[in-house]
């Protein structure tokens, strides 16, 4: 299974996808989005130009991929129903989970992982970001087949409901400018990447 779609609990089993992936699979793209900066307020689109800003509709791939492509944001779709945006230090998953694809979640991973020897370390400066944090929680996920020690930082927001498109767009920039904040954190603040 590769690591982006790791969970927690997870069987390594996969489930049928609805949405609208069969016209992301066709057009993926490959460029490396530009870094975020953390200190960037509010989504780089302008989202005056999204129609029908009130119309609450189900959250689809699909959706994710053209609020995606507002906020400048270039990703790849897996074929598994998921959408993997990869920037310099970090790479950034956008998926639907849930027994009706209900649940929204962005699960960051930096590219560099934590020796086994470090593990003490890594529970203490990922529990500091929890405490001291909005947004995304953190966590130590399994070894890796080498031993090391990947660190993650996940948001998942329950839409069941559906969300109007503004809504979408300022969720997953949200969930991409927490990632790069929490991935640059690791390098300097918290001194463990």
Not at 12 to 34: I, K, M, W, Y
Not at 112 to 123: C, E, G, H, K, M
Request: hydrophobic share 40%; charged share 20%; glycine share 8%.
């Amino acid at each position: 299974m590769p690591w982006w779609s790791w969970r927690p609990g997870s069987t390594g089993t996969s489930r049928p996808r609805t949405g609208g992936e069969v016209a992301l699979q066709s057009n993926p793209r490959a460029a490396v989005p530009a870094q975020r900066e953390p200190g960037q307020s509010g989504p780089a689109a302008d989202l005056s130009t999204i129609d029908q800003p009130d119309h609450v509709a189900p959250v689809t791939l699909e959706r994710i991929g053209k609020s995606l492509d507002l906020l400048d944001i270039r990703f790849l779709a897996d074929g598994g129903g998921s959408l993997l945006a990869m920037w310099e230090r970090h790479a950034v998953l956008f998926t639907l989970e849930g027994p009706d694809d209900e649940i929204l979640v962005m699960r960051a991973r930096p590219h560099a992982t934590v020796p086994p020897d470090w593990a003490d370390r890594a529970y203490r400066v990922v529990n500091e970001w929890n405490h001291t944090r909005r947004f995304c929680k953190a966590y130590v996920g399994d070894p890796t087949e080498r031993g090391q020690l990947p660190i993650y930082a996940e948001l998942q927001v329950p839409l069941n409901s559906g969300a109007h498109d503004a809504l979408l767009v300022e969720m997953l920039d949200c969930g991409a400018a927490v990632a790069t904040s929490f991935v640059d954190w690791l390098h300097d603040e918290g001194a463990l990447l």
